[in-house]
């Protein structure tokens, strides 16, 4: 089943150039020949989470390799609006059920991804839609889909990419058109809080540590949006890491998002090592990519351990192996060569899971 090929082919990470710093800490590790990784759940006193969709669910190989590596399961499309949400406001969740069912059979803690998109649900929340009736029927998805995993689930994306690109300020789109910049955000986290009280609710996006400008907008919007009542939890970093950025960018989004005292998800981290269309031509050497990803994702686990143990959430990757990401199917960036996570399609460690197990065994 393809995963969003709607939605995730609009991430661009943005970029920044930088020179290889060859003393980092990271900056050495080898890549691993040998056994299979030690389970990813040891590493860390906090849960850690990848994703999964329902055409995994019959591969043993990859069953076993979340068994032994996650304690936590993000459904990766099942839970979204466009495979929820049909023609004429109608739900359907036969497949969201099931990776939700297989989650607590597995005895995983799941979370929910996500209520809100500004990219999804654009066939039915049309601009035309009465505003009244647009407004009812986002309600009535809200609570209905929070509703139905009542106690069931850990937390929810509530509102996922709210801010706009380059950090200017927030997304244009239907949601806000008809609502309310702001109001449709409130009422999303309102309807959540009212149809699932115990879940953890969360303010959702990407680019945060890669776009210094967009983290800060982000990081004012949550402050916004707690003081007009919106019943915000925790927020929640992507983490799609461009590798090139500045050594430091990611502590200083870290430092500045603890200040809100909230609990902190890194919800989706994956690393590629190629570029984004667009740019000039990359000439890094495969050792010099390498070295990028393990001092960025190094920075990033220790950014996120130093945070205070209430506040550290969880530590979820998009996909366990790299096989698993969304970066090398068709329906997604079609890179069937990349490797931007922390296993390889064997199960064996990548060079970043050395820098993550060592920052999280500080």
């Not at 955000?185 to 879940?199: K, L, S």
């Not at 989004?253 to 667009?278: C, K, N, W």
């Not at 994702?297 to 351990?305: D, I, N, P, R, Y």
Request: aromatic share 10%; with cysteine; glycine share 8%.
């Amino acid at each position: 089943m393809p995963a969003d090929p709607s939605g995730l082919n609009r991430r661009a990470l943005l970029a920044a150039p930088l020179g290889l710093a060859a003393c980092e800490r990271f900056a050495s590790v080898p890549t691993s020949a040998g056994p299979l990784a030690p389970p990813l759940k040891s590493l860390a006193p906090f849960p850690i989470g990848a994703t999964g969709m329902t055409g995994q669910l019959d591969d043993p190989v990859w069953v076993a390799a979340m068994r032994r590596h996650v304690s936590q399961i993000t459904p990766e499309w099942e839970l979204k609006p466009e495979r929820i949400l049909q023609s004429g406001f109608a739900y359907d969740f036969s497949a969201s059920d099931r990776m939700v069912d297989w989650g607590h059979d597995q005895g995983l803690r799941v979370f929910g991804h996500c209520l809100v998109w500004y990219s999804q649900g654009l066939d039915v929340f049309t601009d035309a839609l009465p505003t009244a009736r647009f407004a009812a029927e986002f309600d009535r998805y809200v609570s209905t889909v929070a509703g139905r995993y009542r106690g069931r689930m850990v937390g929810w994306d509530v509102v996922n990419e709210a801010v706009a690109e380059d950090g200017d300020g927030l997304r244009d789109c239907v949601y806000a058109r008809k609502l309310g910049a702001e109001a449709y955000i409130v009422r999303a986290f309102q309807q959540a809080r009212a149809a699932d009280p115990d879940a953890v609710l969360f303010l959702n996006d990407y680019n945060l540590e890669n776009n210094p400008r967009k983290g800060a907008t982000f990081l004012r919007l949550a402050e916004r949006l707690l003081k007009l009542g919106a019943p915000i939890g925790g927020i929640g970093t992507q983490s799609h890491l461009d590798i090139e950025i500045p050594a430091g960018q990611i502590r200083g989004f870290f430092r500045d998002a603890a200040a809100l005292g909230l609990p902190i998800h890194v919800s989706e981290l994956d690393f590629p090592m190629q570029r984004d269309g667009g740019r000039m031509p990359d000439l890094r050497s495969p050792a010099e990519k390498r070295a990028q990803q393990v001092a960025r994702v190094g920075e990033l686990a220790e950014a996120f351990m130093a945070l205070p143990a209430r506040q550290r959430f969880a530590f979820t990757t998009w996909g366990l192996r790299d096989t698993d990401s969304w970066l090398v199917r068709e329906e997604g960036k079609n890179r069937p060569d990349e490797s931007a996570l922390l296993l390889d399609a064997r199960g064996r460690p990548n060079p970043a899971y050395q820098a993550v197990a060592d920052a999280f065994g500080r």
